[in-house]
């Protein structure tokens, strides 16, 4: 005999789950992005204020240059300062009644190391490059996107462990690595069409 009562709690708490998940992921993708803010702006501030003496001093090593004439000291201390500029923004805006409750704040360290850590990653990758005969500019597809996530998480993960692992759960990590390559190939995009970029990648 058909239980229409039953049948029809089932199916309420079907639909309850199912929306319940739905928005735990836009949630989930919501943290991972402001999470990531503070070691997203690096590179734009670079782009926006660097030049000058570059990091490597021009030196080369193994008839190569060290780092390239693309990262110098201004861009790094300006992304560096960028993005921890910005966490602290992001803590005054935690405590407003706008913001929701799930969005967490940054500890100094933390804001430090995201905005550290993101810079340290874009030269590495552009140690990298030049490792592997890549002039200044070229593209090496996967690596100029996730550079800087990696140098983020890796000095995070040492100067504020704690912060770290309570913010960065695996569905953040997760959501981190899928939808940063999309967000940096769309702004790119942007800052090459604008003129304040020399490529689009
Ligand atoms: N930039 C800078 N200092 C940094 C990083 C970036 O001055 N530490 C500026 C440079 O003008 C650079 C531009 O931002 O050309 C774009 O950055 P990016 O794409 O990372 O550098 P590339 O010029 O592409 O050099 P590379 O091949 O080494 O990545
Ligand atoms: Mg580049």
New binding site residues.
Partial sequence: MPHPEREWKTQNTFQKSRLFRRVSVVQTIVVAVWLMLPAYV??NA???????T??DFGREWRGDRV??????????A??VGAGFALAVLLNAAVTQSYVPDFLPAFEMRAAFGLAFGA?LG??G??FL??RTG?????P?PGV?QLDFVVGAFAVTVVVAPDWFFENFTAGVVVAVFVLTPVLHVTT?LIAYRLGL???P?
């Fill in positions: 690096p590179n670079a782009v926006l204020l660097g030049g000058g570059p990091v780092l390239g004439d693309g990262k110098t000291w201004r861009g790094g300006a992304g810079v874009d030269m990758a552009s490059k030049r890549r002039e200044r500019g070229a090496f100029d790119n970029k020399d490529e990648w």
